[in-house]
């Protein structure tokens, strides 16, 4: 009876946090084509201009494209760093490790915001703080950690005794990468890409703190246009926030359909 009760409990707390969800954004995107909605269930009228009217008036033209471009860099840098670091500490036994892996895990398990306003402070002072370099190098900080993390184990399941292998015939480091390491890690680095890709796109505190106003990313952009003084049409804001979610969900299904979870490379050594 207890255990029945237990699993009634869970299902109902699920699906009451699945309706709670589909409420909220079911609402969000009704009132972004509301063409006007005072009180009655469903708006009486329906329109699709509250998005050309957003995408004028919020600039969300130049918005994509700052956002475009520090995802690309950011996801490039991340891997380039975070694929040798993942390399080593993969490999590699040395004194300290435990305290560089610690070092490492610390941006992605303390809010952003305790060590944000001391690195956007440090950054406004060379001069980088309120560019679209600046909020690259700030969300860096947790995106190359998260790209590490996401390596390590898939360097470690392959057999070291494949580069041994391709040493003792004569292979170089660089073609021991290009031919063995690099084709068996893809399957690492594409999981790395996305979940580096869709965390970059919807980090809000250290783009805030670091963005100014041409470098502003979509979801920095929404929060201001929502708070900001003057007269601005919810509609209209709503439209831009069912913009934002399609971008994420965009990725989110990219991510779901190409890396799952639970994949892992297997063993080869086996």
């Known amino acids: 009876?207890?255990?029945?009760?237990?699993?009634?409990?869970?299902?109902?707390?699920?699906?009451?946090?699945?309706?709670?969800?589909?409420?909220i954004v079911s609402h969000v995107v009704v009132s972004s084509f509301a063409k006007r909605w005072f009180g009655g269930l469903l708006p009486p009228a329906y329109t699709t201009d509250w998005f050309a009217y957003a995408w004028k008036n919020f600039?969300?033209?130049?918005?994509?494209?700052?956002?475009?471009?520090?995802?690309?860099?950011?996801?490039?840098?991340?891997?380039?760093?975070?694929f040798p670091a993942a390399?080593?500490?993969?490999?590699?036994?040395?004194?300290?490790?435990?305290?560089?892996?610690?070092?490492?895990?610390?941006?992605?398990?303390?809010?952003?915001?305790?060590?944000?306003?001391?690195?956007?402070?440090?950054?406004?002072?060379?001069?980088?703080?309120g560019s679209?370099?600046?909020?690259?190098?700030?969300?860096l900080v947790p995106m190359v950690p998260l790209a590490v993390f996401v390596l390590m184990p898939f360097f470690e399941q392959i057999s070291v005794n494949l580069e041994w292998s391709g040493s003792m015939l004569g292979a170089s480091r660089a073609q021991i990468f290009r031919r063995i390491l690099f084709p068996l890690m893809v399957p690492g680095i594409l999981?790395?890409?996305v979940l580096?890709?869709?965390?970059?796109i919807s980090n809000f505190e250290l783009a805030f703190l670091l963005g100014g106003g041409g470098s502003q990313t979509l979801v920095v952009a929404l929060f201001y246009n929502m708070f900001a003084g003057g007269v601005r049409p919810v509609y209209s804001i709503d439209a831009m926030a069912?913009?934002?979610?399609?971008?994420?969900?965009?990725?989110?299904?990219?991510?779901?359909?190409?890396v799952r979870p639970t994949q892992m490379v297997f063993k080869l050594d086996k």
């Open 59 to 82: 600039d969300l033209g130049q918005v994509l494209g700052v956002t475009l471009l520090i995802v690309v860099v950011v996801v490039f840098l991340a891997l380039a760093i975070g």
């Open 132 to 139: 679209v370099v600046g909020v690259i190098l700030a969300v």
């Open 196 to 200: 580096v890709l869709v965390n970059t």
């Open 242 to 258: 069912v913009i934002y979610m399609v971008m994420v969900m965009t990725l989110l299904l990219i991510a779901l359909r190409f």
């Open 87 to 129: 390399y080593i500490l993969a490999r590699r036994n040395f004194r300290f490790k435990s305290v560089i892996l610690l070092l490492y895990f610390l941006p992605l398990v303390i809010p952003q915001m305790t060590y944000g306003i001391p690195l956007a402070t440090t950054l406004y002072r060379y001069g980088v703080g």
């Open 1 to 23: 009876m207890r255990t029945r009760m237990w699993k009634l409990s869970l299902y109902l707390f699920i699906v009451g946090f699945i309706l709670n969800m589909l409420g």
């Open 191 to 193: 999981t790395a890409g």
